[in-house]
């Protein structure tokens, strides 16, 4: 049944395998530089990018992005925070619910389990507090379980803080 010659294939078909696999694993390593110091970033090496320091970035008045904040406009960018959270009061999901977020304790919904760091954060959620937050959770709170990369762009992080206070409290 097995005959030299199929033999011959058999471990030669194992051998092409094992090297295409080997040789893949080395393409991804050299194109992909994976962070050890923060699992689960991946910095690409085969480009290069160039940064805008912060400080050529104009700042922008938050206050007024407020004034001017749409809650319809809020309700479709809130679309993003729908994954993990509920607006509506005791409904936990993924996240804590955002019942009443705006000038509400930080860390005080009951029965949720919150990361050490945000458990260890004192203050209410003001419209400045949620506004840093929104804009990059990961560095406004370093250790916070929430993944999401934020809202960069200042009139959504107001529309969405002008949607949660709109809605039906």
């Not at 400045?128 to 762009?153: S, V």
Request: some cysteine.
């Amino acid at each position: 049944m097995f005959d030299t010659m199929t033999s011959t294939k058999v471990v030669g078909s194992l051998c092409m395998a094992l090297l295409v696999f080997l040789l893949g694993k080395w393409a991804a390593e050299e194109i992909y530089h994976l962070d050890s110091q923060n699992p689960g970033v991946v910095e690409l090496t085969a480009m290069q990018f160039v940064e805008v320091p912060e400080a050529d970035v104009p700042e922008e008045d938050f206050s007024e992005l407020l004034a001017m904040a749409d809650a319809s406009k809020g309700a479709k960018v809130f679309n993003k925070c729908k994954a993990c959270h509920k607006l509506a009061d005791g409904e936990n999901s993924v996240g804590p619910h955002l019942f009443q977020i705006v000038d509400r304790q930080i860390g005080a919904v009951s029965g949720f389990a919150y990361s050490n760091p945000m458990s260890s954060l004192e203050g209410v959620w003001n419209v400045d507090e949620l506004n840093a937050f929104l804009k990059n959770p990961r560095q406004y709170l370093p250790g916070t379980k929430m993944t999401f990369a934020g809202l960069k762009k200042g009139q959504d992080r107001a529309d969405v803080i002008a949607y949660m206070q709109s809605e039906p409290q």
